[in-house]
């Protein structure tokens, strides 16, 4: 089952401008995380907001997350045109929670952002 | 420089063969993962081993299966390969350590079955 929804599906917004992504995700997480995915690649860890956590930061990347409302959002200021590609938000649920035994990481189907220069 | 290492990055095979997908990381890592990611539908976790000979199914098992014998490779096997595995596949790792769960994945494989 798929945990983590970004939104919106894609994006397209001019460099300089920022761009915010959002995840809403639905069980109880010890952390979720962010990651990136150029075209045809595997993906890059970002940043990792644990669930104490509500505000993260790392150099353009500001990250939030409201275990309330089981919702996060990726802030990365100052876009460049190197910024395009693919962001998915991740959820670190406890042992069991995600169902069939399984633990890992749960992965959102991704916002695909496109910076033009 | 930490690596996951997939054997291949582009694979074509013929309907019915049996496939191994190969992973092998360096950071001497507890957890190792394989997703398949399709259009559309994300990244959705096939198996995931936490030890050595450990395995345990995850969101989409059926079709595939998977071998553990060393700590650093995980292995994908898909026993009657389908023109509906026709994916890209991840493999990913990442530490025991419920404080910090990083995954750091290969470059992934591209499997064409015919």
């Known amino acids: 089952s798929q945990q983590g929804e970004e939104d919106p599906q894609a994006l397209s917004i001019q460099e300089g401008e920022n761009a915010t992504m959002n995840c809403s995700y639905k069980?109880?997480?010890?952390?979720l995380q962010w990651y990136r995915q150029n075209s045809g690649r595997g993906l890059v860890h970002l940043i990792l907001?644990?669930?104490?956590?509500r505000e993260k930061h790392s150099g353009r990347l500001r990250v939030t997350l409201d275990t309330s409302k089981k919702s996060s959002s990726l802030l990365i200021t100052a876009s460049r045109a190197a910024d395009t590609a693919s962001y998915f938000c991740?959820?670190?649920?406890?042992?069991?929670?995600?169902?069939?035994?399984?633990?890992?990481?749960?992965f959102g189907k991704g916002t695909h952002l496109i910076i033009q220069p | 420089d930490v690596k996951v290492t997939q054997s291949s990055r582009y694979l074509v095979k013929r309907t019915g063969e049996k496939v191994f997908l190969e992973c092998v990381q360096d950071?001497?890592?507890?957890?190792m993962f394989w997703y398949r990611q399709d259009p559309g539908l994300g990244l959705r976790l096939i198996y995931f081993?936490?030890?050595?000979?450990?395995?345990e199914k995850g969101d989409i098992p059926e079709g595939y299966s998977v071998s553990r014998e060393k700590k650093e490779r995980f292995s994908l096997i898909l026993e009657s390969a389908s023109t509906n595995q026709t994916s890209m596949y991840l493999c990913?790792?990442?530490?025991?350590?419920?404080?910090?769960?990083?995954?750091?994945f290969g470059q992934g494989t591209r499997l064409t079955v015919v």
């Open positions: 990913a790792s990442s530490p025991h350590n419920k404080g910090n769960t990083e995954a750091f």
């Open positions: 069980t109880s997480i010890n952390n």
């Open positions: 907001i644990r669930s104490n956590e």
């Open positions: 991740a959820t670190d649920a406890p042992f069991g929670v995600r169902g069939g035994g399984a633990d890992g990481l749960t």
């Open positions: 950071m001497d890592h507890e957890n």
């Open positions: 081993s936490y030890d050595v000979k450990m395995k």
